[in-house]
């Protein structure tokens, strides 16, 4: 199960990468990093805004994290922040297409190929989506996903690494694998040594089972969450106070997975629409807040300084339809 489910995922996003299905979008992340050969010392750039589980993982490996801030209308990582972060230290950048909209991944390339970077594309709000015409996932050295529950397509738990080095699929597997090379192993050739510490990263055949049924209703979920991300910004465009995140690019598609406005007076925003029986949040924190990366950086990210107390994410998810999306902007316009 979990090999058809790695074909079939190939086959759909692969654009001749190769895929690893792997228990949380998190072991992709770390497996990636280890495959990208970043070791203890190595500065990484990665995103001060994201799920922490982009960042975790450099700590895992004693990386060195130089955080970049966000871009104003898209909250994706700011790529002239990203240009002064790089030393001759710098080894790769991971990147996060939040909400679902690409980052702008001609001017990332750029700069990896000046510096001889590694580009990581954490893609777990990205399903589905392109940039100029390419599917996100063929245009990295690796992508992730994530097929937690909460994705557009879930697993329980698990994740995708598609790698474009097709050559270090081996590795990747024995790393998936406490190191061992099963295939040799099934062979039964016993003599097989150990030779690098791995982990028990794989995806089991029950959650592979999930992701297939996934994959055949994936299209539908797709469509469905684009018409609503659509409804918003078509309903919301005019209304003061109120900044869609991510509208009105051309060259990418969205994968629609997240709807963040930027807010005036969010909390009362928060208030008004719980009182109106509608749930809202902030999904992902900055994560120089957190002590484990070291804690607040005051003044280095000057956008997200300015945007912290002013995103606010708006429901979308299968159970909704356009209906209900006009319901929540009614209850916007009246108000707050
Ligand atoms: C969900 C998510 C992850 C982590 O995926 P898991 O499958 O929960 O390990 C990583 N990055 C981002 C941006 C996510 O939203």
Known sequence: MVERFEKEFEERFG???APLAVGSGTDALHLAYLLAGIQAGDEVIA?????TATNIP?????????FADVEKGTLNIDVDHVKRLITPRTKAIVCVHYGGLPCNMDELHALAHEHGLIIIEDAAHALGATYKGKKIGEISHFTMYSFQAIKHV???D???LLIKDRDLLEKAKRLRWFGIDRSAKQKGIWENDITEIGYKYQMNDMAAAMGIAGLEEFNDT???RRRLLARYFDNLKDLDGVKCVGEGYTDREHAAWMMTIIAERRIELQAHLRANGIESGQVHYRNDRYSIFGGRQQGAFPNMDKLEDSYLVLPL????NETHVDRICDVMKKGW
């Open 15 to 17: 654009g001749g990468c």
């Open 222 to 224: 797709l469509a469905l």
């Open 154 to 156: 879930t697993t329980a």
């Open 58 to 66: 450099f700590l895992y490996m004693g990386a060195t994290i130089r």
């Open 47 to 51: 995103p001060v805004f994201t799920c």
């Open 158 to 160: 698990g994740g995708m």
């Open 317 to 320: 998810h299968t159970k909704m």
